[in-house]
DNA sequence: CTTTTCCGAAGTGTCGACACCTTGCGAAAA
DNA sequence: TTTTCGCAAGGTGTCGACACTTCGGAAAAG
């Protein structure tokens, strides 16, 4: 079960993106997590209606938590809850994928600088066994694995600039863009690409190169812009 | 009455940080800015206790409002919601204004970027009469009306981006950050210091120099975190 | 005195109820 | 047959209530 290991990953990243994985128990968080996971993963599709009497019906709760639920999940932007109206999952258009991208390319830019300034030789050794999971999963054509390492890889990162505020903005930023990544990377070539641009990018870090890191980091985000554009699915 | 002028601004600019100044009539939302003005400017103080019992009673409604205006004012970091506990007003410690201040200077850079290479010749002559109003209040020595033109500046900037995403995330936190930035500036020098930026920066934009700007935007922010570590306020 | 235990006041999370608003459908009008 | 209007079904925002948890101080133990 060599799978077991990325699905535990994916549960582990997915988890730390909503809110530090805190056992709050509370039955608000518990919808909470339980939609957003439901969103990302494609199971509950842009435009669908969450209506929160529904909701209280299938959770077997109150309207209250599931109230507070879709204010959470407004704030990662998975829901749209307009006042008076029923709230709905999020569509995201084209234009606001590509503001967002612009928006993480210019945040790994930055984790790059602060990574290089900041961050222990272990810490870069660490990415480095990122990017040999990375190699492995490429050379099997295991394009799930690979998505979900890369994230893996991607987290790893943020935390090594030591910026946590930095880190739970990318991971937000991150959550959102689930959705569409997923499918990129399906395109025929671009998992190639990909992996050169890790390769180039523990190749800079390891030199204590910032500038080149940056570059790097910032083409390696529109690049999957790129492939996201190219797919034509938003 | 020329800080009429500036009080509009002031309000104008508050309000548009704050959820797109729909007229929502809703209570949660109500309440949610009312706290939020308090928060920014001062009048509720870092730790202060804001439970939903006492803030019920206070604004005449049930809890279930409060309770929502809290969460939107955890989305905005203003408070935090501790399980099981009492909310209380967030305490920014200067490891956090750091973090958050790396962010802005990155993404101030992103808007650089993007005004040289999309803003129209209308649009950086809109920025030139902002700095117009700095300069005047400057010389005034007027650091009230200074701030909020500043703030209406970077505004206008985020605005000339095109990146709407951008321009929310950056007035978000702006928000964050006005409880600071408004003694910063006080600062003996700080004044010309910071006119002097957005001289250069301005000049920049007309050039169309990408490089340039990106960099005197990301130093400017830069110069405003030394100044408050400098204050000594956090 | 200091430490521990216990209790009551106060606050949180959740619930079911109710008035108002929104919406889609069907009856009446054109 | 199409358009307009009104209304019932269902959803939202808000409320007051209740059980459970937290917290601080008083009482008991050391």
Do not use: C
């Not at 435009?47 to 209280?56: I, M, Q």
């Not at 990375?134 to 390492?149: P, Q």
């Amino acid at each position: 079960m060599t799978d077991g290991g990325v699905e535990d990953l994916r549960k582990e990243l997915l988890f730390s993106a909503l809110r530090g994985s805190a056992e709050d128990s509370s039955l608000a968080v518990a919808i909470f997590r339980e939609l957003a996971i439901s969103i990302v993963e494609g199971r509950l599709q842009p435009g669908h209606e969450v209506n929160s009497a529904e909701l209280a019906r299938r959770f077997s709760t109150s309207r209250t938590p599931v109230r507070e639920a879709l204010l959470l999940l407004e704030r990662e932007s998975l829901v749209i809850v307009p006042p008076r109206r029923r709230p709905y999952v999020s569509q995201v258009d084209m234009r606001q994928v590509r503001e967002i991208y612009e928006i993480r390319g210019s945040l790994y830019g930055l984790v790059s600088d602060l990574v290089v300034a900041r961050a222990s030789d272990e810490g870069i050794d660490g990415l480095r066994a990122w990017q040999k999971l990375l190699t492995d999963d490429a050379e099997r054509g295991d394009v799930h694995a690979y998505f979900w390492h890369n994230v893996g890889f991607r987290n790893a990162e943020a935390s090594l600039s030591g910026n946590s505020e930095l880190q739970r903005r990318l991971s937000s930023l991150g959550l959102q863009m689930h959705r569409f990544r997923h499918l990129s990377l399906s395109l025929p070539g671009r998992l190639l690409h990909s992996l050169a641009d890790h390769e180039r990018l523990v190749s800079a870090y390891a030199d204590r190169d910032a500038a080149l890191a940056a570059a790097v980091s910032k083409s390696l985000v529109l690049r999957g812009l790129r492939a996201i554009e190219r797919s034509g699915q938003v």
